[in-house]
Structures are given as structure tokens and as C-alpha cells.
């Protein structure tokens, strides 16, 4: 097995082993299980086949042109390719076009041209709307305070399909910080349920916080260095 191979069941056995400690409780807010989103930005389609060979099939990305040039060099494998980087209004039709789920929607200019530019003759796109519950002014992000009226506009599009919440906490190395901060967008998510919102996501924890995430309810992990190592392809070469 590839190195990226071997980091992978250890990922998925991390998982597995704080998912069985909880066993007997719900493991999240919909008892789902919890899902590895491979972050594959800034790493070469090699590293994506080795992964997929592995056995995972969905990457996420954060960068438009390198996306589509990657699922071009993969067009061969079954991937559920996911966007979720911060999204400009020219790209919201490529996106549209050429992804399953979008994590990043964070307003409601985005969720219109993202839903107008669906085509109608593919499922819906999948979409989590992200909170910024830090208020870090260099972060994307709906307020909390914005977020009910973002997520009852979005339901209204027949292109789009709400499924949750995604944040991006301020990073921290304090095991208590980080349960802290996904409490606190696992509250916004609870708000949105028990307001009669039909919710299945929580896009929370990445490679350095993960195990938080999980026992904070995440549904989906999103996890680049822990899989892949170092990013493979210069920041300089990277287009938005």
C-alpha cells in the first residue's frame, strides 16, 4: 500500500475509534456517519489516483482552474469532487457546472448564480452554508445573525439542495479551544433544526483539529496534510 494509502486507514481507523467510544450515543445531531473529505488542493492528480485507489472518493477543492485541470487528467474515475474555497461571482457558473456539493456559500448573491446556473438536467448541487462563528475579518463567512434569513432563501431554490452548516474556527492547538469553537457551530446548526430546517451536515474539522470536530457532531471532516503530506504543487502556480 502507498504511503498515502497508510495514512489513510489511519485516518479512517482515528475515525472509527472515536465514533466506537461514543458508541451508545448519538455520534452526531443525525447519527450519520462520519465522512472523510479528502482536501486535495496544491496536491498532483498522482496523489488524488493513489488516494482513489486507496479507496476515497471524495476530494475537495479550494481553487477553480487547478480543479477543472485535475478532474480533466482524472475524467477516468468515479470522484465526487466538492468545492470549498471562497467562492467570486465569475467562477459561480464553472462551479455550478462541474461539482456535486459547494461548502462555502456565503451569502445569498452566490447561492442565486450558483442555483441559476445549475444545469436542470443533473441532482441538484449540494450545499452547506458557511458560518463564520470567529468573526475573524480575514474569514468567509455568514454571521450568525445573517444566517436564518441566508438558509430560508436558499430552500427556495429548486438547484440547490441545503444540507448544513461549514466553518473554519480560528486554528488552535488547545483541545478544549477547538470543542469550544465547533460548539459553537454546532449550536447555530441546532438553532437551524429545531426551527424546522431538514439539516444532515456538519463540514467541521480539518487535519489538525479533526478529533474535536467529531465530538463536537461533525459529519464530514475535511483532511489535506494528515492525507497527503506536503502540498505538491506551488502556491505560485495556484489561480483562484
Not at 142 to 150: F, M, W
Request: proline content about 4%.
Amino acid at each position: 500500500m502507498t504511503t498515502i494509502g497508510n495514512r489513510l486507514q489511519d485516518i479512517l481507523a482515528t475515525i472509527h475509534s472515536i465514533t466506537s467510544v461514543n458508541q451508545g450515543r448519538p455520534v452526531n445531531q443525525c447519527n450519520q456517519p462520519v465522512q472523510l473529505l479528502a482536501v486535495s488542493k496544491a496536491q498532483t492528480s498522482q496523489a488524488i489516483r493513489e488516494a482513489y485507489f486507496a479507496g476515497q472518493t471524495r476530494f475537495g477543492e479550494n481553487y477553480l482552474q487547478e480543479a477543472l485541470d485535475k478532474q480533466t487528467q482524472l475524467n477516468d474515475l468515479a470522484i465526487e469532487w466538492h468545492f470549498i474555497g471562497p467562492i467570486q461571482s465569475n467562477k459561480t457558473q464553472l462551479i455550478a457546472q462541474n461539482f456535486a456539493w459547494v461548502h462555502s456559500v456565503d451569502r445569498l448573491k452566490i447561492a442565486q448564480r450558483l442555483n441559476d446556473a445549475r444545469p436542470p438536467d443533473i441532482a441538484p448541487l449540494q450545499v452547506c452554508i458557511q458560518v463564520n462563528t470567529s468573526n475573524e475579518l480575514s474569514k468567509s463567512g455568514v454571521s450568525q445573525g445573517e444566517l436564518v434569513a441566508l438558509a430560508a432563501a436558499i430552500v427556495k431554490m429548486p438547484r440547490l439542495k441545503l444540507r448544513g452548516l461549514m466553518s473554519i474556527p480560528e486554528p488552535s492547538k488547545d483541545y478544549n479551544k477547538q470543542r469550544s469553537q465547533f460548539k459553537q457551530v454546532r449550536e447555530c446548526y441546532d438553532a437551524l433544526l429545531a426551527q424546522g430546517f431538514a439539516l444532515d451536515t456538519l463540514s467541521i474539522g480539518m487535519s489538525d483539529d479533526y478529533q474535536a470536530a467529531i465530538e463536537e457532531g461533525s459529519t464530514i471532516v475535511r483532511i489535506g496534510s494528515a492525507l497527503f503530506g506536503t502540498r505538491a504543487i506551488s502556491n505560485k502556480s495556484l489561480a483562484p
